[in-house]
């Protein structure tokens, strides 16, 4: 396999991808909550792991190489899926720990503490968020939380979050007795993280191309264990960045997640009148 | 809903108009929401409500939409009991947005599961439900309806989710037929629990069919006759957000949405001119 060094060649998107993919083990279904997360599932599938099961809108198990899709997302698993699941099934797999979940959160701490409902107070909010949809399910039921975070800073980061969704490591954890669903890895744009378990902390795992330990740990809101040794993070093999852009994920939908707000709109109007020249 | 002389070999017709909606639901009801995000949402049965003068409910949803925004932003929410409230990929929801940091209205925050858990105790018909759900996290501090217990079998902690009980769920499918049986095509999130937790349901339908052709999908069939009280027939009933595969979500429509729930003033305009006509 050939490598890509130049940074050019690969967008922070595509090395968050590639890198997310490869944590994908076994015959579980790829939970994607994100655009970024779903295209890693479905690169998974097509070269790490085809045990690997995707699944959305319903549809169980339908075949990874067909293109994402945007507005026309639910007839695509169409003609491959093996099943129709209801949300009660869903869930069967999540309390069996049949799901690997990415979740990009709002806001992540030291201790894996996650939130994607509230910035401030709950009951005084700066700003509301989405509420804590299935954090708070997902974090006490599943093998393991992963996380991917596109704009890696100390408000991302911060030395705790305003509101716990999704329960990490420490004095709640403990207290309520809950033994599963501890944080795993995250990825953000800078480097790749996970969690001592002695202590619950965050550990610099490694530094994505080009980025130093200096601007890590000035966009971290908190002191994260550095080890004494930091590999580089393998960026995206050619392969890898070839299937996203040209077969996976076409229409660029991995770009959403990180999208500037005054430049979604015309994004996603570009992104309708590709789908509708791709798919009609 | 007939049963006339010379008629008893007739199946009973729920079919209703869209505006006796109003007379199904009274102020202060607790009504719960099927669909999700941007995603077959009942935006046909909720633009009624707002065209009526029904207000004080209690909303209930897993996944809140536009459907829960549009509420919010006419004012007729008095409580609203969720998992989540988004535009999915379009963005964060205006009205619950502004509702949250004005609170302006009461807001217990769900997970997923808890809601689950919590409209499967009503349909049970048992006050709780045990679940693991919430452990550790704030929602035990923010949310009343969920309490730490020690479970009798083993003495592990879990969290009693209270049940709800809606006095009417509002669900759009895509066919349904005179006797109430309801076919969706795509996803369908929680709508067949919030039928069976509901005291009635009332269904919207993109195109009511005869019989014959419930009969020729039934694994199709989410939404059995036995929970449906009333039909309405609603061509593009979900608005704006997709119907599979009936229509795709509508994102000029939703942009729009978006700029004109920007301000509160904008969207008095919105309703006027969308909603209220």
């Not at chain 1, 396999?1 to 090395?15: G, I, R, V």
């Not at chain 1, 580089?232 to 996976?248: A, G, S």
């Not at chain 2, 607790?30 to 049965?45: E, N, S």
Request: proline share 5%; with cysteine.
């Amino acid at each position: 396999m050939q490598t890509t060094n130049q940074q050019e060649e690969y967008a922070p998107e595509e090395l968050l991808i590639s890198r997310m993919a490869k944590e994908m083990k076994g015959e579980m279904v790829g939970g994607a909550a994100t655009y970024c997360s779903m295209v890693a599932v479905k690169l998974a599938q097509s070269l790490y792991n085809p045990d690997l099961i995707d699944m959305s809108g319903g549809l169980h198990h339908f075949d990874s190489r067909t293109p994402m899709a945007f507005l026309a997302a639910e007839s695509l698993g169409r003609g491959s899926a093996k099943a129709r699941v209801t949300w009660e099934e869903l869930f069967g797999m999540v309390f069996r720990q049949k799901f690997i979940v990415w979740v990009g959160p709002a806001q992540i701490d030291q201790y894996g503490n996650a939130n994607i409902s509230v910035i401030g107070d709950w009951n005084n909010p700066k700003a509301a968020l989405i509420g804590a949809r299935g954090l708070p399910d997902d974090s006490v039921h599943l093998k393991a939380m992963n996380y991917h975070v596109v704009d890696h800073s100390k408000r991302s980061f911060p030395a705790r979050v305003d509101f716990v969704c999704a329960v990490g490591f420490g004095e709640a954890r403990e207290k309520a007795g809950v033994r599963d669903g501890c944080p795993g890895v995250v990825v953000s744009n800078l480097g790749v993280f996970d969690f001592d378990e002695a202590s619950g902390k965050m550990r610099l795992q490694s530094l994505h191309p080009g980025v130093s330990i200096e601007e890590v740990k000035e966009k971290t809101g908190f002191e994260l264990l550095i080890p004494s040794k930091i590999p580089e993070t393998e960026p995206p093999t050619k392969e890898e960045v070839d299937l996203i852009r040209k077969q996976i994920d076409p229409l660029g939908l991995r770009f959403l997640d990180r999208m500037p707000r005054a430049n979604m709109k015309d994004y996603l109007c570009q992104l309708i009148q590709r789908e509708s020249e791709l798919f009609k | 809903m007939r049963e006339k002389e010379g008629e008893k070999d007739k199946v009973m017709d729920k079919l209703m108009s869209l505006k006796s909606l109003r007379a199904e639901i009274r102020s202060g009801d607790t009504i719960v929401l099927g669909g999700g995000g941007l995603v077959r949402k009942p935006m046909a049965l909720v633009e009624e409500l707002v065209r009526s003068d029904i207000t004080d409910l209690t909303v209930v949803t897993v996944l809140g939409g536009p459907d829960v925004d549009l509420l919010l932003g006419a004012g007729r929410v008095k409580k609203l009991i969720y998992a989540y409230v988004g535009f999915d990929f379009a963005g964060l929801a205006p009205n619950f947005r502004r509702a949250r940091e004005e609170k302006r209205v009461e807001f217990v925050e769900g997970s997923e599961y808890i809601l689950i858990a919590a409209l499967e105790a009503g349909a049970k018909e048992i006050p709780f439900m045990p679940v693991r759900s919430g452990l550790g996290s704030d929602l035990l501090r923010i949310n009343p309806t969920l309490k730490e217990f020690i479970s009798p079998f083993g003495g592990e902690k879990l969290v009693a989710v209270k049940a709800i009980r809606p006095d009417v769920a509002l669900l759009h499918v895509n066919y349904a037929d005179a006797p109430g049986y309801g076919q969706i095509l795509g996803d369908r999130f929680l709508d067949p629990l919030c039928a069976r937790a509901a005291k009635k349901t009332i269904l919207s339908a993109e195109k009511v069919v005869e019989t014959k052709k419930i009969e020729e999908q039934p694994a199709d069939t989410a939404i059995l006759k036995l929970w449906t009280h009333g039909v309405i027939e609603a061509p593009g009933g979900a608005g704006f957000t997709s119907c599979y595969p009936n229509y795709a979500a509508d994102l000029s429509r939703i942009q729009d949405y978006l700029e004109q729930a920007s301000s509160k003033e904008k969207f008095t305009g919105y309703l006027e001119k969308n909603v209220l006509r």
